[in-house]
């Protein structure tokens, strides 16, 4: 089936990036017209803008934690398209070092909250105003599976993941509906979060270089293997389109090979004889 994404404007934040990278690569190989988002990365950015040569793609650099870069992100987006049919919402940043809560500073915590939450509230806001213009338009959320489970180091992440994943993609579904509303000849705006396992992109290829790294991150899963960013980019397309996703929305989806939580013990760390 076609997802009939030809000449839509998608906005994908982060597309500098593993996964936003291979989102608007496949948005490009369904004909959409891309809004391509960067902060730092402008050299992998306009990388990726050369490889889309056959698609129309603007690139917009914008700190999204700051409300006129937001708005200048979109005001750059309707000024060169007209409209904005979906956002994709990926961008955000994490510690890579584990942090325990106990030792977590609070400006480490206002920044990661910032870089995961604040900047989606930022940019949904501000496309929320144009799909309320426009009566139609549709929001995918890329969130994580520490949403879900827990991610031990990393509180602030898991947190701002979770904030995102449920009580934001949930409430979202029901504003975007009285803004976009279902007609005869319309399906009505929907907002759906994907929540992706340990995927293979730059960020994460040297950790996942350990065999011992690799045991402990499948270890609950039914299809132990690491996700592609493609496997996230999929069902981005899909989720936009009003055609083959017209009745999904408020929806948290897992792409983790059916992951099942966080393995927290090593066998050396475990004492049978109390269990």
């Known amino acids: 089936m076609q997802p009939d994404l030809a000449d839509k404007v998608i906005v994908v934040t982060g597309a500098s990036g593993g996964v936003g990278s291979a989102i608007a690569r496949q948005f490009a190989g369904e004909g959409a017209k891309l809004v391509l988002h960067y902060c730092r990365s402008r050299t992998r950015a306009e990388t990726l803008q050369r490889d889309l040569a056959g698609a129309e793609a603007l690139l917009v650099r914008a700190d999204l934690t700051k409300e006129t870069d937001v708005r200048r992100l979109f005001s750059a987006a309707v000024k060169r398209f007209g ?112 929540c992706p396992g340990w995927t293979l992109v730059p960020r994460t290829a040297e950790k996942l270089k350990n065999a011992a790294t690799v045991r402990k991150v499948t270890a609950t899963m039914a299809l132990p293997q690491m996700a592609r960013p493609d496997d996230i980019a999929n069902l981005a397309v899909f989720l936009s389109s009003d055609k083959l996703a017209r009745h999904i929305t408020g929806q948290t989806i897992l792409v983790a090979g059916g992951m099942e939580g966080r393995w927290l013990w090593h066998e050396d760390e475990v004492d049978t004889r109390r269990v």
């Open 83 to 194: 409209r904005v049919d979906t956002l994709v919402a990926n961008a955000g940043s994490w510690e890579s070092r584990d942090v325990p809560l106990h030792q977590m500073s609070l400006r480490q915590w206002q920044a990661t909250l910032d870089a995961v939450l604040t900047s989606v509230f930022l940019s949904t806001r501000e496309f929320f105003k144009c799909v309320a213009r426009q009566r139609c338009g549709n929001v995918v959320l890329i969130a994580s599976t520490a949403a879900v489970f827990g991610e031990a180091g990393h509180a602030d992440y898991a947190s701002a993941k979770a904030a995102m994943a449920f009580g934001l993609t949930r409430t979202l579904k029901n504003e975007i509906a009285r803004l976009a509303p279902h007609t005869k000849n319309y399906c009505g705006g929907r907002v759906n979060c994907i």
